[in-house]
């Protein structure tokens, strides 16, 4: 039997999943081997539940509740004018939508095959909207942040944090995630581009000031803390952060098992890369090695 299992299985089929779960099961009930997470996923509302009752983190959320109705998404338009719709366990911004009421006809950003912009004339067109959208499924409704921009195009970021071997985390990477033009969903995968944080950020100017790599990094490892603490433990997470126009920093969501694919033209290739290497040094500090 392995000593650590690095469980990166994900999207099984529905007639996979309960084997999956019972084989996971067993490897920790039955012969007690530590995995490197030590759960799947984490849900955007679990997640900010946890965050919003630490002093520590609550600063980096944004107004979130859970989709009951219509009536949230109107109610949460009416304080905010932007808000995002996202589907609890939902990735790659696969189940996201963005809401913005422009003065009484509203602009919506979704992924339906690929990302689309349409235009909704009134609070009825966008009922219908919603309502097909949500179909009985699992949703929060959140405060949209007026994201900085880079060069006209707002942008997120992926931090990846990965314990070392004392079991100790560090910042291995910050991704810039860039909009596609006129857009506000930033996925990579959903065509936006990818730099290094800090690449852009000699760039970047804002009504304060410009958080540096070590703020964002710093907040990372706070959120990282608190989620390790109350849900883990985890050797890994991938934390999705942004900026907003005056220099705040937000916590979107966090991946228990975030993309690990070197991006081409800007990852080095040359040896091995730190993302790998510390998942081997965090499992040999679960198995009690050394140096």
């Not at 009416?78 to 996202?86: E, R, T």
């Not at 911004?93 to 009421?101: C, H, T």
């Not at 942004?242 to 070197?262: M, S």
């Amino acid at each position: 039997m392995p000593d650590v299992i690095y469980d990166r299985g994900a999207r099984f089929s529905e007639g996979q999943k309960a084997a999956v779960k019972e084989l996971r099961a067993r490897f920790r009930r039955d012969f007690n081997i530590p995995f490197i997470n030590s759960r799947d996923y984490i849900g955007k509302w679990k997640a900010y539940q946890v965050l919003a009752n630490n002093n520590a983190t609550a600063k980096y959320l944004p107004w979130t509740i859970r989709y009951e109705g219509f009536r949230n998404v109107e109610k949460m338009l009416k304080q905010y004018g932007l808000v995002f719709l996202k589907s609890y366990y939902g990735s790659r911004g696969r189940q996201v939508m963005s809401i913005e009421d422009q003065g009484g006809v509203y602009r919506i950003i979704h992924y339906a095959g690929k990302l689309q912009e349409i235009i909704l004339k009134n609070s009825d067109e966008l009922k219908e909207c919603i309502e097909d959208f949500t179909a009985g499924k699992k949703f929060i409704v959140q405060q949209g942040i007026r994201l900085l921009e880079y060069k006209g195009r707002p942008f997120d970021m992926r931090v990846l944090i990965i314990k070392d071997g004392k079991g100790d985390w560090r910042v291995i990477s910050n991704y810039a995630r860039i909009a596609r033009p006129g857009l506000t969903i930033t996925n990579y995968s959903a065509g936006g581009e990818c730099n290094f944080y800090t690449n852009i950020y000699p760039d970047l100017q804002c009504k304060g000031s410009v958080p540096s790599y070590a703020d964002v990094a710093g907040a990372a490892l706070e959120i990282a803390s608190v989620l390790d603490g109350q849900l883990g433990p985890f050797g890994e997470l991938g934390l999705d952060l942004a900026i907003d126009e005056g220099g705040a920093i937000w916590f979107i969501e966090a991946n228990t098992k975030p993309d690990k694919d070197l991006v081409v033209g800007l990852d080095k290739i040359d040896g091995i890369h730190s993302q790998y290497l510390s998942i081997f040094e965090y499992a040999g500090y679960l198995c009690g090695l050394k140096g």
